[in-house]
């Protein structure tokens, strides 16, 4: 089955700097990638996704890129606010058997520092 | 509604006993997944089911849980004879179709084991 891995686990930036979150896949069956942002008592919201048939997506301050070939794909935060701060969750989705199953990486807790 | 409904938001239980805890997804959504989310952990993949087809139970960690879609659409995620370990926060969520869109998470239920 599909496996996800996320980096870095914890990741702490001043405010206006840039975060990036990066995250690996296993299955080259997988084509499409979501990322999560979950708060603090809340479940996961969908913040931008991508599809395997493009390499970037933006969305005023977040973007993604996607790289099929190493089956890399990364979340970049430009000029981060104090209200960016959350956990980040990539995820993979793609037919496998009989289904399409979210596969999601481990998290990562982004504080943005004042 | 407008969005997935998940009740009880809080479930304290003691050791042993049984629970079941549900999930209303949004109209017209033929996906519906079960996570658990442990404390600082991420989203563990219990369940799946789309549409009318057999459920993906791989998941699931034992025999004592199991959930039911009735009627495609309320689910139940049962937890029998509760273990400290099963402690954490039950997330469910439903996509429109299982195939490259968006998933819609509810609140979760918190559910500590005593």
């Known amino acids: 089955g599909e496996n996800v891995e996320q980096h870095p686990s914890t990741l702490s930036v001043q405010e206006g700097d840039s975060a990036v979150i990066k995250c690996t896949y296993s299955?080259?069956?997988?084509?499409?990638f979501p990322w999560y942002k979950q708060e603090l008592g809340k479940g996961p919201q969908l913040i931008i996704d991508?599809?395997?048939?493009?390499g970037e997506k933006k969305d005023q301050r977040i973007a993604v890129t996607l790289n099929k070939t190493a089956k890399h794909f990364s979340l970049h935060i430009t000029e981060t606010q104090p209200e960016d701060s959350a956990v980040y969750f990539c995820a993979a989705s793609g037919v496998t058997g009989g289904g399409n199953k979210l596969t999601f990486g481990t998290g990562t807790q982004l504080k943005v520092e004042l | 509604g407008a969005g997935v409904s998940q009740s009880p938001s809080n479930k304290v239980t003691e050791k042993g006993k049984d629970v079941e805890l549900r999930c209303d997804p949004i109209?017209?959504?033929?996906?519906l997944y079960w996570y658990r989310q442990s404390l600082g952990q991420g989203l563990e993949f219990l369940i799946y089911f789309q549409g009318n087809s057999a459920p993906d139970k791989s998941g699931l960690p034992s025999d004592r849980f199991s959930a039911e879609r009735t009627g495609g659409s309320v689910s139940t995620l049962t937890i029998q004879r509760t273990q400290q370990e099963d402690s954490a926060v039950y997330l469910c969520?439903?996509?429109?179709?299982?195939?490259?869109?968006?998933?819609?998470f509810g609140q979760g239920t918190r559910l500590t084991v005593v």
């Open positions: 969520a439903s996509r429109i179709r299982d195939v490259n869109t968006e998933a819609f």
């Open positions: 109209s017209g959504h033929t996906a």
């Open positions: 299955d080259s069956a997988s084509n499409y």
């Open positions: 991508i599809r395997s048939n493009v």
